[in-house]
């Protein structure tokens, strides 16, 4: 393997000599290069915009609105509708725990622990 490169080498005439050279005094003057062009006054910030401005106004206003929906849409709720929910949903935690094996030991247990 070392004849083969010896010999590439030889062929294209890089015998042992760097391919990559830097013009002299190449990095003596980089940092001057690179600091000549640096803006000379620090540049302002940008003002922000108006929806930038009234983002926590607009969070507030639909949070708001959401609550408000919530409410106009549980409160009208007929008095068959809640009872068919609340059986749903007893009946839904009660396949949900049998499916994960938990017994109501082991939700008291859960209840009590200290996190």
């Not at 600091?35 to 983002?55: D, F, H, I, N």
């Not at 926590?56 to 959401?66: D, E, S, T």
């Not at 809640?82 to 499916?99: M, P």
Request: aromatic share 14%.
């Amino acid at each position: 393997m070392m004849s083969e490169e010896l010999y590439i080498n030889k062929l294209t005439g890089k015998d042992k000599r760097s391919v990559f050279t830097v013009p002299q005094g190449y990095f003596e003057q980089l940092g001057r290069q690179v600091m000549s062009r640096l803006p000379q006054e620090e540049q302002a910030k940008p003002t922000p915009g108006k929806v930038y401005r009234l983002r926590p106004w607009l969070y507030a206003a639909v949070f708001a609105g959401v609550v408000a929906l919530s409410v106009t849409l549980f409160q009208n709720r007929p008095e068959e509708d809640s009872q068919l929910v609340d059986n749903f949903s007893e009946s839904y935690v009660d396949e949900a725990a049998d499916y994960a094996m938990v017994d109501n030991q082991d939700i008291y247990a859960y209840l009590l622990a200290d996190f």
